[in-house]
């Protein structure tokens, strides 16, 4: 079955930077897009950033200028580089698929999460 392992989350002290790795393997169909997702405690999950395969890229107004995303097709993988971190992007960060397999038929996949912890 087709899985997403996450990585690189931890604990880090404002003004620090992370990079997160999501890789995808299995029998996956083409992928459309792959991004990121968050959910902080008690707060629902909202997008952080997305990146199609086309090349376009989409960011979350929050993380614009300090967060990059970045694909590695050959490998199914999408990266994440968190810069200049702050205490609200305290949160679990989840990798998040999009695909079409046969018969124009949509996909969706999910990795397990990995946390992000901002504080000093």
């Known amino acids: 079955q087709v899985q997403l392992v996450e990585s690189g989350g931890g604990l880090v002290q404002p003004g620090g930077s992370l990079r997160l790795s999501c890789a995808a393997s299995?029998?996956?169909?083409?992928?459309?897009?792959m991004g990121w997702y968050r959910q902080a405690p008690e707060k629902e999950r909202e997008l952080v950033a997305i990146?199609?395969?086309?090349?376009?890229?989409n960011y979350a107004d929050s993380v614009k200028g300090r967060f990059t995303i970045s694909r590695d097709s050959a490998k199914n993988t999408v990266y994440l580089q968190m810069n200049s971190l702050k205490p609200e992007d305290t949160a679990v960060y989840y990798c998040?698929?999009?695909?079409?397999?046969?018969?124009?038929?949509?996909?969706?996949?999910w990795g397990q999460g990995t946390q992000v912890t901002v504080s000093s």
């Open positions: 998040n698929v999009r695909a079409v397999g046969g018969f124009s038929r949509n996909y969706e996949y």
């Open positions: 990146s199609s395969t086309i090349g376009s890229t």
């Open positions: 299995g029998s996956i169909p083409s992928i459309n897009a």
